[in-house]
């Protein structure tokens, strides 16, 4: 499930400046070791940590090598990815330097069946104020409706509608 903080927040530019507004994010726990993901595919896959390790290690320095050679690489059961840069455009020819580089940047894109994964993921909505305190929550999956946790298997409401867990 993917867990997703709604905090209400007064926008700062744009046509509704100083105006209140639900503004949604995901919710990161935190970030897993290395080692955390190594113990966790050992016991998947049976494999010794130590032979994992290696492996892990060996990818992730060819990923690299041959991303920063100008390769698209595929990142396993994951997508790929690729390094690419933003730049200055100039008219003539003898003003083109790398100095024009103005970001390096990693462009990754998922896999199929990693989009597939997410699209099918079910999402917690936890709605807070702008004073930090729950007004709201909403689970649903990826349908579009809205699941009422009071009376499971009502078929939800239209995502528009309500139908949450606080009376509201």
Known sequence: MIKIKAQ?????VGPKAGTYMYQMTPETYSTLTEE?????ASLRSGIQKGALKAAYDAIGHTIKAWGTEGHSVVVPGLGTMRFAVNSKAVEDV???ASSLITTRKIIFTPSVDVKKALKEAAISITCYDRNGNVVKRVNSGDSGEIEDPENPGSGGEDASGGGDDLGQ
């Open 8 to 12: 209400e927040r007064k926008l700062m």
């Open 36 to 40: 955390k993901v190594i113990e966790e």
């Open 94 to 96: 003898n003003l083109v």
